[in-house]
């Protein structure tokens, strides 16, 4: 498998592995994904080389991954049969009673994650596969029974396309990708495909209050179902009210009966639509819908989504995955609802295409932090272009009123923060990289009185 230790890619190692394949893997980097793999008995190669190939019987690449890759190379000169992650991750779909795939620019991870742990809590047995850690799994991948098959499903180069749905939701669709896909039109034009693939008898399920969904629907033969915060849509938050840290409660209603309430303990306005998302899909499969209330509030998150990493010095760390600008803005909105003395957002830029296509929108989403620091475009598949640089971000920033500084390297960043932070702060890291690792990185060196 190369590129093992990306999110979805270790997801489904581990699921291979539970079934009784024998596993090998390589990747650029060392990190917890291949730790977690290794601990299994997993052989993980650091770099990609020919030699690493020879024994497999199957090459499984993700879509990251280019023909001109040494090992795909010596898969294509040796006659070893080559699978992209998306089409296996199909295969193994198949045969479920229900498949559930998860799609959207933003919310993926949680919504999925949420309608994993309500169906386990309600006794469904599901199988699943998503793009994060959740204690309730004990990782991102469950085999489970044959009923029900839980996916996040992923537009990134149309890789949710090889999915195989009955139940198809549709979180949002907005700009991402675009080095791929190059322009809205054709983002939503994938959307319209992905949920093409639900049969007359399946469901599609989106988010009416978004435009771009409501068109999208009125083009499908399938059934629809929309989710919102208003009575225009057949499932809504009632009487939606939030705690003084921003956790939202409301009664959740279906064509204008009330079905159940709902008090969660994750923060933030977008995990009202994430969890009537699961709340619908676990009514569509017949869960009793008393035991998912009760699962939505005891959900305490996923890994890397707004995630408490700990304390140092007073000051109040948090990590979240959110990586571009949308996403940024809605981590954001949650740590200024926690009443913290100042909110200090730390940006990894991800990509340098995802910068370029998105500058405009980086210049403006830290506007609620009252310091940003920004470190350097974390390249993750890409190679520099030399025309794209963070020092670009800072400098638009700054002439949008934001109090921001360029801090290159995660020991820049600590040294910035230590010299400045006070006691009371709250520090959100975000992107979807490795900037974790500059908060286990200052949670190591401790407080600095130490």
Known sequence: ?????????????????????????????????????????????????????????????????????????????????????????????????????????????????????????????????????????????????????????????????????????????????????????????AFFNFCSLVPESGLALGWGEDERVKKLFEKLSCRCQTFGFTDQCDWYAKDLTYSDHGAPQYTAVFEGKEIC??????????????????????YELGADMQKAADALNNFAGVHRRFEHTGDIDGVHMYHDYGHNPVEMRGALSVACDQHANRVWAVMQPHTYSRVKTLFDGYLTCTEQADITLVTDIYAAREKDPGDIHSSMIVEGMKKNGINAVLTPTFDDTEAYLRAHWQPGDLVLTMGCGNINLLNEQMQQHGDTKK
């Open 261 to 282: 309430s709902v008090q969660l303990r994750v923060a933030g306005k977008f995990n009202v639509l994430n969890s009537l998302s699961a709340l619908a899909c676990a």
């Open 1 to 189: 498998m190369i590129g093992i230790g990306g999110s979805s890619m270790s997801g489904l190692a581990q699921m291979l592995f539970d079934k009784g394949y024998e596993i090998t893997g390589s990747d650029n980097t060392h990190s917890h994904a291949v730790e977690r793999l290794e601990a299994q008995g997993i052989k993980v190669y650091i770099g990609h080389y020919a030699q690493n190939v020879p024994g497999a019987e199957l090459l499984i690449y993700s879509a990251a991954i280019h023909p001109d890759n040494p090992e795909r190379v010596y898969a294509f000169e040796h006659g070893i049969p080559q699978i992209e992650r998306a089409v296996l991750l199909g295969q193994v779909m198949e045969g479920h009673k229900a498949s559930v795939c998860i799609s959207g620019a933003h919310g993926k991870t949680t919504a999925s994650s949420m309608l994993a742990q309500t169906l386990l809590d309600c006794g469904l047995d599901p199988a699943v596969h998503i793009g994060g850690r959740l204690d309730a799994l004990g990782g991102g991948t469950r085999i489970g029974g044959e009923n029900v098959f839980v996916a996040e499903a992923c537009e990134f180069a149309g890789s949710f396309l090889h999915m195989k749905p009955t139940l198809a939701v549709v979180l949002n669709i907005d700009e991402d990708h675009l080095d791929y896909y190059g322009d809205m039109a054709h983002i939503e034009e």
